[in-house]
């Protein structure tokens, strides 16, 4: 076998004619390399290895099936730069694969559906399973068979029955798993809860404790046997505190059924009512009576109201209520949404429990006047009061802009400087104030003063007297702006105005 310096670099110069020339020693050998056997053991020796070398080699052997045979052997990659011939060729395309398994994805289509071919290729790597035909993925044969290699494969079956209710596959696919070190098994999660919500027994096939321990955590929340069958795997589990809490999260019904020890643990069932507050629809009586540890149940979830035997301790409900109360206002018993003097504390305490108050005591003054006190913007019930002076004055005394929400209180208003207070807020008090007051010049100059917008509440015949927009807008240029429909033609009226401020005249050359 002739043999070549490593240090001399060797250069394959390819063309489709039959003969090919690589540069040996810094000279040109012309070889046939297609006939001579000599060469194509000279061209595989030295270009198998060599970078950018293997599609050169491969482009000349790949009519000669053994020589690919020993290309595919060293370098299944090979199979890339193969023809079409090669990677039809199940044997040689298995050959590569063995080599290198990302060659798979080189070889032709229409050995996807090749059965034969890939029973051999799960044996090398269950994962191999996802190149297979659609209808291969289905068989249980095939499935079995990649289950034993790796417990990944459940991802690519078709037939997804056969990973949750075929008794062998799934035994096959547990024992996998006991193999997997922690990384994988937090990958395969979802298909190992897949298969223990279907076949909870097989929770008994887990070994490792301590690597099932996240796994254990989720899956007893799937199905309430797997937690029964913890019992074969270690009996501690069933009182692992986390374990059982999230049991409980998911089965609440099954809290008799848990280790004595945790079901009397105080602190161990305030942490669970936090989370799932139904446990205490299936506490016994003893506990249920329990006065600390009902309170402190309501005070961690005061959902867990629902459940509470106390109707006579009304401090409990009123915390609870704080808490949230348009979710937990509906959960206090009858005999307390009856009750006046529980509702006047929830006022006083609670005012955003007020929209939750039956009707009565929706309309209740005194209930009302508290809630005012506490937090006014919550009442809306105007136009039910227009004649109680002492709402409306406690309104008034929050903010003047409640006013013009009582038109018929407006109008016995003798006291100019409230009236003007309130027009500055909000400027459709004017329209109700008293027909004496509003009549008045000087009165509607300073309402002008206060708020412009009181222009558009005056009657016609208010806005047509030259002499009272005069005062007005000499108090608040701002009118000038508002009165272009009326007075905006009347150019000497107009530029009189401009006269009263720059800002006249500002306002004017920008309109």
Known sequence: ???????????????????????????????????????????????????????????????????????????????????????????????????????????????????????????????????????????????????????????????????????????????????????????????????????????????????????????????????????????????????????????????????????????????????QPNILNYLDFERKNDGYLMREMVKANPRALQYCLFDQDEELYLEAIMSDPLSVYPLISAKLKHSRQFHLKLAEMCPNAYFSFPTQFQKDREIILTIISKSHHLFYKYKEFQDDTEIIQALLSKSLSYLSEFPKYISTIKDRSLLLNAIKVNPTVFPHIDPSIKGDVKFISECMAANAMVYQHLPKSMKSKKDIMKKCIERNHQVLGLIRDTYWDDVDFVLECCGYSHLCYNRIKGQ
Request: charged share 30%.
């Open 1 to 275: 076998m002739q043999q070549f310096d490593e240090e001399i670099p060797v250069k394959i110069l390819l063309s489709d004619a039959p003969l090919g020339s690589f540069w040996l020693r810094k000279k040109y050998l012309s070889i046939d390399y297609r006939r001579l056997e000599i060469y194509k053991t000279i061209l595989f020796e030295n270009l198998i290895n060599c970078r950018g070398g293997l599609q050169t080699l491969v482009k000349a052997i790949s009519s000669d099936r053994d020589w690919m045979f020993k290309v595919v052997k060293k370098k299944g990659i090979a199979l890339k730069y193969a023809d079409e011939n090669i990677r039809r060729d199940a044997s040689l395309v298995y050959e590569a694969i063995c080599n290198e398994k990302t060659a798979i994805s080189f070889m032709d289509k229409s050995l996807q559906s090749n059965k034969q071919l890939f029973m051999k290729l799960v044996k090398i790597d269950g994962w191999l399973l996802k190149y297979a035909d659609v209808k291969l993925r289905a068989d249980r044969e095939l499935v079995l068979e990649a289950v034993r290699n790796n417990c990944k494969v459940v991802d690519y079956v078709t037939d997804k029955a056969l990973i949750t209710n075929d008794i062998e596959i799934v035994k096959y696919l547990v024992s996998s798993i006991n193999s997997l070190d922690c990384y994988d098994l937090e990958m395969d999660k979802k298909a190992i809860l897949k298969v223990l919500s279907n076949n909870p027994v097989l929770i008994s096939q887990c070994k490792d404790v301590v690597k099932w321990r996240e796994i254990i955590l989720e899956a007893v929340q799937l199905h309430s046997q797997i937690f029964t069958y913890l019992v074969y795997v270690d009996q501690r589990l069933q009182s692992d505190k986390e374990i059982v809490m999230n049991y409980l999260k998911a089965f609440p019904e099954k809290l008799l059924d848990i280790d004595s020890q945790l079901y009397y643990d105080r602190d161990f069932l305030l942490s669970v009512v936090k989370v």
